[in-house]
């Protein structure tokens, strides 16, 4: 089971919104909670995730809170995650790269391939992510409250 503490934002019926705290800071800016600095913060928002649980433990806001995930859960689902897109690029480039005429634009044909190749692979993974979804080794789970909160200091986004 791998392990993280999260910090319980709010509480809806009988799941626990949950943000998780890293346990190493940002190499860019040093904080634990969001990232102002990234340029990936940028173009696409400043927003931290949260992550709805079951509350089995009456967890209330602001409760510091172990969550877990299966180790071989997290391992299947970035394998599947970066695993099939990847392996449809390349048997789109290599489909289609071999049924090209021979007029010598084999690259373009591979690269319209890959493209394609990419775009199926994701739609699968799109697909096989939201059955998962419904498969209880697949969720996070509270695990127990949390000793000590650690030390979190918070990127203030632009201020």
Known sequence: MIEEQAIVVG???DQALLEIIRSKPCGLCGQTRGCGVSIWGRLLGHRNSVLRV???????????????V???????????AYGVPLLFLLVGAA??????????????????????GLVLG????HGLAGGRGLDVLYRP??????????????CHRGD
């Open 70 to 80: 299966d180790e071989k859960a997290l391992l299947a689902s970035s394998l599947t």
């Open 122 to 125: 994701l739609f699968l993974v």
């Open 11 to 13: 509480v809806e019926r």
């Open 141 to 154: 789970v509270i695990l127990r409250q949390a000793d000590v909160l650690v030390n979190i200091r918070k």
């Open 54 to 68: 079951a509350n089995h433990i009456n967890a209330q806001a602001g409760d510091s809170v172990i969550v877990g």
């Open 95 to 116: 489909s289609m790269g071999a049924f090209a005429p021979a007029s010598g634009h084999v690259d373009v044909y591979a690269l319209l391939g890959a493209g394609i």
